[in-house]
């Protein structure tokens, strides 16, 4: 799922003209992130760059280089030091030119370097080049090193985070140097082209409701609206009357007019004509009967109401409002609209949560696949498990096991960061899940197993340790890992030791705990626990082979080999879920029979086709591009969330400067679009099959996300795209077997989505929210007859240049057309706060 060790071939491509301007310095950013993170002036300062890519074939590595710099009154001693910062993806470590040593410090992303014999020292002052390599092509500054700190030897507990870091963007023909594949760089002319496939497209063409929905009338007339509407509703909608009572607030006094009587809008459950889901509603508007909005149920009549919030106007523009006479029958194509929310990477507190779950109410997205722990945190206040919060959500700096866990992803030396640690109490749960509720949302937490567990079984060894030293009974009971397991075995996050063992007993008794108070904490509520995702993902190859208590399960079981260890582990795990009440749901892995040989093609595990798993299938990288579809004839439920498509983790495209990784796939706005859930492939999906798809999802790790803004520019307007996919009819682009009529139809389809993005539906987000920094992509530019010719995906955004070196700003000149100006134009879109993004920039002669 996250495999961030894949070999990466790229085309070499060094741009004079159509280079980007990053829309945040690399150097400033790191620098404001670490100040905030210094307990005591640290006694360098620190630059990154890239030195060269050194290609061969179709791979190759990258030299890079840290140069620290002794500040003056400060000399950096010959000896007794170290420097440590967090790397993805892993080094090549051991000694280093100048006499200095790289180590990585514990399996993960912690590196420091430090002087071996004959380390010289170095003078006030002075600068110190440390030159390493990565073992492949470093293309995205998601593998530059984060977190950096200094640490004595004479106190090895005092942490000093260095603030003055600087990530020097790599722009010269070495540091660029890629061989011919899909990483090339994409240039300002690139995007004009990619933009250009789609029409502009007036505010009178607009698809009137977003997603675009099932079937949409329109009548000659119009309905006016001078006050408020008088809201009736039927039983059971009380937080639908509250919503629509708050709506109008925004846009309508609730007097008003005092001598016209307010339009009636009238909600109720009852059924929907020909639609079974229980989204499914009809909007009626029309000057005889006011607005009605009938729902199969309480959700489908607030999918309702936001169809008609679609309807109005943008709050900028002035009242009384005309809404159109029409008629909606709406209903989702899947059950399941995902999006998957890593707080276990990088915490996100509370409101962070709130606020996604209003922008998937607003989008018609009803699940939370809420991933709320890993190898780095554990997210979630537990009854009688203190220590995976008092240990497992927190990470900082410490010489002594069992404190806490090292730092990560940048979170850097201080246990305070409010990134790297941080949790949910008892009742911040409560609260969220109350929240989604209200929202027709359903949160579905992840519990990361057996693998990706290392927040876990560190939180639970340490438990064991501190209650063995204190003589008090029952040490044992919650342990997760066994102290004489000689497993060689490394996960692509670079752990060996982050495994719950299936040996131990008390691997169960700790899932039964935790299932146990998860599934109390959503019956407190009010929202009971239908299912909980177990994980399953990414079980290193030789975990479990040389651990005595697996091996004596093993022969005690009849089990031949580690494939039978796992069945027997998803079997006792399923058993707990299903004493509770639940389903289970993980990844596509936990359906899988493993194979003994690392990198074979996954198959379909017969034993479990019957237990009513679902499964999530992120894998379609070359060779997997159908076992989605293979586990669906197989008889399991699946999820599709496809790396190469709905991983809004990954990067817009190789440049490097746009956030995000890269080891999967680039994913572009139209790359989601474009998503065919049901696509046919070689293997076929049959018909039994297809009725197992239960929908898609849009994942989110969050390696690279320190606070809510990067959150935020992954996300959107990404997220749009996957509600489109998920909640709209299949496309009849996609259904077309004629090339060229496909086409014609998908840049019909295409130009709309990306209009009423533009036009309507971000525009709207801006001046309603105001808070949601969604990626805000370069303008498209080329050179054709002596003019600069400019555009943008999302038609609507304003966009604005300038001819004198300076960056644009609200202020500079609007595009109104080609551009005569001659020299370097440098243009950029803004939304309606203002907010500026992306910047390209192209030379006119």
Known sequence: MRETMKKI?????IIAIGAWTPFVPAAQAAATEASAEATAAAPVKLRWEIVRNEVAGQGGRTKARLSVTALRGQPLPAKGWSLYFNCMDGLVTGALPGNLVLEQVVGGSLFRVRPAAGFKGLPAGRSLNIDYYYPNLAIKMARAPVGPYFVFDAAPDVAYAIADFQQQLPTRAEQLKRPADKHALVTTQDVFHRNARADVLPASALPPIFPTPLELRTGAGRVQLARAPQV?????????????????ARYLPQQGDANRAPVPLRLRIAAVGGQSSPEAYELTINSDDGINITGNTAAGVARGLQSLHDLLPLPSQAAPIDLPELEVTDAPRFAYRGFQLDVARNFQPKAVVLKTLDLMAAYKLNKLHFHITDDEGWRLEIAGLPELTTIGAVRGHSTKEGVRLPPT?????RADDPHGSGYYTRADYIEILRYAAARHIEVIPEIEMPGHARAAVK???????????????????????????????KSPQEYTDHVINPGLESSYVFIEQVVA???????????????????????????WEQSPVSRALMQKEKLTSTADLWDYFYNRVDGILRKHGMFASGWEEMGARRSAQEGAQQLPNPRFTQRGFSLYVWNNTPGNEDFAYRLANAG?????????????????????????????????????????????????????GRRHIRGIEATLFSETIRDASRLDYLMMPRLLAVAERAWAADPAWAQESDATRAAALHRAAWSGFVNVLGQRVLPRLDLERGDVAYRIAPPGMVVEGGKVLVNHVLPGLTLRYTTDGTLPTVQSKPVTGPITAKGVIQAAAFDRTGRAGLVARIVNR
């Open 9 to 13: 071939s790229i085309a070499a491509l």
């Open 517 to 543: 108070q998860i599934a109390a904490l959503h019956r407190e509520a009010g929202v009971p626990l239908k299912t909980m995702h177990m994980g399953g993902d990414e079980l290193p190859h030789g975990a």
């Open 409 to 413: 992803y940048g979170s850097g030396p």
């Open 636 to 688: 399991y439920d699946i999820v599709l969330a496809p790396v190469t498509n709905m991983y809004l983790d990954m990067a817009a495209n190789g440049n490097p400067e746009e956030p995000g990784v890269n080891w999967g796939a680039y994913v572009e706005l139209d790359t989601v679009y474009d998503f065919k859930p049901l696509a046919m492939t070689s293997a076929g999906l049959t018909e039994a």
């Open 459 to 489: 939180a639970m060894e340490a438990r064991y340790h501190r209650m063995q030293a204190a003589g008090e009974q029952g040490a044992a009971k919650y342990l997760l890992n066994d102290f004489d397991d000689r497993s060689v075995y």
């Open 232 to 248: 009736i509703a039927g039983p059971g909608l009380q937080n639908e009357t509250a919503a629509a009572r708050a709506l109008f």
